[in-house]
């Protein structure tokens, strides 16, 4: 594994249904973020957690859980799945251990269709 | 509120300069960060402007003015290559970042 990796790439999914979102990173950032995308808005923060055991809510948290069990794994569930949850979800991590700002790495996303 | 503004899409030619603004208004302000993104891909970072002035990289500047909540991104000598969305965002007081919608940049040859 080279830097962040989502899966699955590309999901149909009926309304209704639980679906888990994976998110691997090997960096050893502690922190990680669930972005979705829509066309024509910018990212939206979905949830966030900045450091192992530890979950915050952005500014779309509602319909997503997510948990952060070790500092490599950063799972999304969606518990009954709605046609607004279809959208592009991009996981990312930043090393803010430092303090201050620094730069998130994106995995590659997620496309998800809620039919 | 918080709200980051940059246009929608811009054109430009292969081998010209084009500069893609982006005007916010953020609780706090903790650094202003360019993206790029091309289609169907993940944003990769371009640049990172905490101070005011010209941060120069290559064939891409970024420009910040924080009294004025302003920031602008150059680049030079285009290709073909450099299709792709430019995404704006700025770090709020909580170190989240706040996204602009994106710039998509189309260049002709």
């Known amino acids: 594994i080279a830097g962040i990796t989502q899966a699955p790439t590309s999901q149909i999914l009926a309304a209704g249904r639980r679906m888990t979102l994976r998110c691997t990173q090997d960096?050893?950032?502690?922190?990680m973020y669930w972005y979705r995308q829509d066309l024509g808005l910018g990212l939206r923060l979905i949830h966030y957690?900045?450091?192992?055991?530890?979950?915050g809510k952005g500014e779309v948290p509602d319909g997503y859980s997510v948990s952060r069990a070790n500092t490599d794994d950063f799972p999304l569930t969606l518990a009954s799945a709605v046609p607004s949850q279809t959208s592009v979800y991009f996981c990312?991590?930043?090393?803010?251990?430092?303090?201050?700002?620094?730069?998130?790495?994106f995995g590659p996303g997620t496309r998800l269709t809620v039919l | 509120g918080q709200n980051i503004d940059q246009p929608t899409e811009m054109t430009a030619t292969e081998g010209a300069i084009v500069q893609i603004n982006c005007t916010y208004q953020?609780?706090?302000?903790?650094?202003l960060f360019w993206y790029q993104q091309h289609a169907g891909e993940a944003p990769t970072f371009l640049s990172y402007?905490?101070l005011d002035g010209l941060e120069e990289k290559g064939r891409f500047s970024s420009f910040l003015s924080r009294s004025k909540g302003y920031s602008y991104l150059l680049l030079k000598e285009l290709q073909m290559k450099d299709s792709a969305s430019y995404l704006c965002?700025?770090?709020?007081?909580?170190?989240?970042?706040?996204w602009g919608a994106g710039t998509k940049l189309i260049i002709k040859p």
């Open positions: 990312a991590s930043s090393d803010s251990t430092s303090g201050g700002a620094n730069e998130q790495f």
């Open positions: 960096m050893r950032h502690n922190a």
């Open positions: 957690s900045n450091t192992a055991g530890t979950t």
């Open positions: 953020t609780s706090g302000f903790n650094g």
């Open positions: 402007n905490v």
């Open positions: 965002a700025v770090m709020d007081s909580n170190y989240q970042l706040i």
